[in-house]
């Protein structure tokens, strides 16, 4: 699966379950937003640095596997043309983040809807967690 270039996929069942589990969330349209606040004490495992970003969307909504493609592209793209809006809150992570995107509407919503959803998450994100 392409990735992002310099950007570290948040992936298998133990680093979603994680996040889920101990991790905190808001919901911003059109996707629920689940993020984890590593351990700054170096207790846990070596994290790599900045935001590792996972994509989570329904089976049970999508049953065709091309309509979850489409949605996990566009989600992907945004956050590649966006990234330099919260890069100052990437940096300022002393050992990185994990970020997990559960796409939250029924629909398949176009690019710029999906942009303007992610943009309003992340800006969110970057306000409740500056030092």
């Not at 309509?67 to 002393?94: K, S």
């Not at 690019?111 to 992610?118: A, D, V």
Request: overall charge positive; glycine content about 8%.
């Amino acid at each position: 699966m392409p990735s992002l270039k310099g950007q570290p996929s948040l992936r298998g069942h133990g680093a979603f379950d994680k996040v889920f589990g101990e991790g905190k969330s808001f919901f911003q349209f059109p996707f629920q937003f689940r993020y984890e606040v590593p351990d700054t004490q170096g207790t846990s495992k070596r994290v790599l640095p900045g935001i590792r970003l996972g994509i989570s969307i329904s089976k049970r909504r999508f049953k065709r596997a091309v309509d979850r493609n489409l949605i996990r592209r566009r989600v992907r793209e945004a956050f590649r043309l966006n990234r330099h809006r919260w890069e100052e809150a990437e940096q300022a992570l002393q050992t990185g983040t994990a970020i997990i995107l559960v796409y939250s509407t029924n629909e398949i919503l176009d690019f710029e809807r999906i942009q303007e959803g992610l943009c309003k998450a992340m800006l969110r994100w970057c306000r409740t967690n500056q030092p």
